[in-house]
T-cell receptor, first 119, second 115 residues
Framework: DVKVTQSSRYLVKRTGEKVFLECVQD?????MFWYRQDPGLGLRLIYF???????EKGDIPEGYSVSREKKERFSLILESASTNQTSMYLC??????????????????FGPGTRLTVL | AQKITQTQPGMFVQEKEAVTLDCTYD???????LFWYKQPSSGEMIFLIY??????QNATEGRYSLNFQKARKSANLVISASQLGDSAMYFC????????????FGDGTTLTVKP
């Protein structure tokens, strides 16, 4: 079974703090993703990574950065947390992107989520 | 335009009955994948079922089946013999070839199973 873990289930930070959200997967997946989920807005992609040291912006990258130094670990960084970054953050991984969608290898497996509150 | 549309914000079903959750999608790609996920109140997104655009047969996984109608661009999830544990939010998602592998998610449908 694929296992995706996130460093914290709940996190409370203060405005202006630097925040690290860690995600680790144990299935040697090539692709990793960070989403945020807000009521009424669904899931929105922040960043994703096809491979080590590679990253691509998603739909809402502003205010965030990422790091992928090892294949199994993908970190989301809030350089200076703001109250509008209070949200549920979900990490996901998938086996590989074959360059052609329509393969079951595209299936994303999610971690349990981190509920971040910025005061 | 919304790429994934789930028109039912909330649904109720009696335990042991079947229920259909609607999903329509919009893409001009020939090659794409469609996914359904379940999110219980605990927050974790659980993968349920996958359908590839070239798959001729509807996907099935246990009590879950996907009613794929390509011409109508619909990918409805059917849950047979509903159980109380099926109460959750359900998301439809699509991954397209031309969108650099990014997935698009619908807004979700909250399913409540009544005893």
């Amino acid at each position: 079974d694929v296992k995706v873990t996130q460093s914290s289930r709940y996190l409370v930070k203060r405005t202006g703090e630097k925040v690290f959200l860690e995600c680790v997967q144990d299935m040697d997946h090539e692709n990793m993703f960070w989403y945020r989920q807000d009521p009424g807005l669904g899931l929105r992609l922040i960043y994703f990574s096809y491979d080590v040291k590679m990253k691509e912006k998603g739909d809402i990258p502003e205010g965030y950065s990422v790091s992928r130094e090892k294949k199994e670990r993908f970190s989301l960084i809030l350089e200076s947390a703001s109250t509008n970054q209070t949200s549920m953050y979900l990490c996901a991984s998938s086996l590989e992107w074959l360059g052609l969608a329509g393969s079951v290898t595209d299936t994303q497996y999610f971690g349990p989520g981190t509920r971040l509150t910025v005061l | 335009a919304q790429k994934i549309t789930q028109t039912q914000p909330g649904m109720f079903v009696q335990e042991k009955e079947a229920v259909t959750l609607d999903c329509t999608y919009d893409t001009s790609d020939q090659s794409y994948g469609l996914f359904w996920y379940k999110q219980p109140s605990s927050g974790e997104m659980i993968f349920l079922i996958y359908q590839g655009s070239y798959d001729e047969q509807n996907a099935t996984e246990g009590r879950y089946s996907l009613n794929f109608q390509k011409a109508r661009k619909s990918a409805n999830l059917v849950i047979s013999a509903s159980q109380l544990g099926d109460s959750a939010m359900y998301f439809c998602a699509m991954r397209e070839s031309t969108n650099a592998g990014k997935s698009t998610f619908g807004d979700g449908t909250t399913l409540t199973v009544k005893p």
